[in-house]
């Protein structure tokens, strides 16, 4: 069973407060300046209800997407009319296809949880990559920056739905562990649910040597679309 399957229905609620638009507006540009002004195929692993999806195709970029969860997935269709999604895990995935630009975003790749997940996720989307393309990841927390014992509530406040949702973040070994309770008031009901979400913690060298194990050149930008970084990787332009 995939982490979101019961608040998949809420994603979008509860990440609100998210300017996806200008988190593309970003993206577009790194990919314009290294793919100058041609036409861009870009994947979004990872794409949740495709959201950056629906902006990416606002800048006329040809966009898929690729997610685990099937409920996720459904949204983005819906979101997405006449876009191909794909239901896929990042670590393994073949779609006989290559893309100008793969995207990974708003932290997904800490879901492959371990060094071994995240070289095999590196590989199979360099594999996805066209000669000269650019795969741009977004990391989770690297091990010194994760705090375990410190308390988080996200809300959602709306009339007719309102959620709680909070945990006490914690660690096992190299993985972070979210233990997220939902309090969620419909008009129906109030109800209470559970997902327990664990994502690696990778430092920088074990991403970018993930990377450039994939023969992938990379970049990193300190402070990336949200401030977790972004790592800006590119297959060499003579690459299969
Ligand atoms: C934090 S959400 C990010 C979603 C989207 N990129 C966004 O910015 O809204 C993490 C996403 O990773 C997906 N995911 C988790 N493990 C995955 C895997 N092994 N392969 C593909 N998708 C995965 C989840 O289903 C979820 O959509």
Redesign the pocket.
Known sequence: M???SHAAKY?DHL?HF?D?SREVEFIAKIIRKCQGDGEISLL??????G??IKHFRDHYFEAEG????PQ?LDTAGKRNPGVRFHK????CFDLHRKYSVIT?????IG??KTISGLES?AKCMADHLLPGGLLIVEPWFTPDAWRPGTVHTSIVDEPDLKIVRMNTSAVAGRVSVLDLHYLIGTPVETSHEFEKHELGLFTAVEMSSAFERAELAVDFDPEGITGRGLYICRKEPSGA
């Open positions: 995939d982490s979101y994603y990440y998210k996806y979004d692993v990872a794409c949740g209800t959201v950056h690729l997610d685990l969860s996720l896929g895990d990042m670590t990974c975003l708003f932290s997904a879901y492959v996720a």
